[in-house]
């Protein structure tokens, strides 16, 4: 089987991959007979390792600038559902503590107040990555949409009525 390597002349679009594995950094390139080893790392600074090692492949580049960067994880949806729940479960016991009053009273109900300012941010963010979802899908609906039918019976008609050469030359003209 013949190796896939990339030219001057031609693109190489393909996937490269950072991955912790074992406490190792690994790199995953579409391109490589194998993983290659970065060197090691730990679930907390994996991210920091990986990070450099896409920035030197940045500067490599030189004045390339066809890069996309995707990550794999939790939604920012699924996040702030998450964080919402936290923050009414806390919300729940602060409650009971300014309820029984006193000192611990007094702190837990300023704590209220900065709890609910960050639950309603969580409500808005939670709203927008809603919105968001939304507009893709319809955009995604709109770019696998075939026109085609449309714009030929739009383009008969205008031929029909007569106005199809005036719009050409119109065109022709701006060209």
Same mark, same amino acid.
């Given at each position: 089987m013949e190796d896939k390597q990339a030219t001057g002349d031609s693109?190489? !679009?393909? !996937?490269?991959? %950072?991955?912790p594995y074992?406490?190792?950094? %690994?790199?995953?390139? =579409?391109?490589?007979?194998?993983?290659?080893?970065?060197?090691?790392c /730990?679930?907390?600074?994996?991210?920091?390792?990986?990070?450099?090692?896409?920035?030197k492949?940045?500067?490599? =580049?030189?004045?390339?600038?066809? !890069?996309?960067?995707? /990550?794999?994880?939790?939604?920012?949806?699924?996040? %702030?559902?998450?964080?919402?729940s936290e923050c009414n479960a806390k919300k729940e016991e602060l409650q009971v503590k300014a309820a029984a009053g006193g000192d611990d009273g007094a702190t837990a109900q300023a704590q209220l107040i900065q709890?609910?300012?960050?639950i309603a941010d969580l409500h808005i963010r939670l709203e927008q990555e809603r919105e968001k979802?939304?507009? %893709?899908?319809i955009e995604n609906m709109r770019r696998k949409h075939n026109y085609i039918p449309f714009l030929l019976k739009f383009l008969k008609i205008l031929a029909e009525k007569g106005q199809l050469n005036g719009l050409v030359e119109k065109a022709r003209k701006k060209a």
């Open positions: 693109d190489a !679009f393909h !996937f490269i991959s %950072y991955v074992r406490d190792t950094l %690994y790199e995953l390139d =579409g391109l490589q007979k194998g993983p290659i080893e970065l060197g090691p /730990t679930n907390d600074d994996w991210i920091l390792k990986a990070k450099g090692e896409i920035q492949r940045i500067e490599a =580049g030189g004045s390339e600038i066809r !890069f996309n960067l995707m /990550t794999v994880g939790k939604s920012l949806q699924d996040i %702030y559902s998450s964080s919402l709890l609910e300012d960050e979802r939304k507009n %893709y899908k």
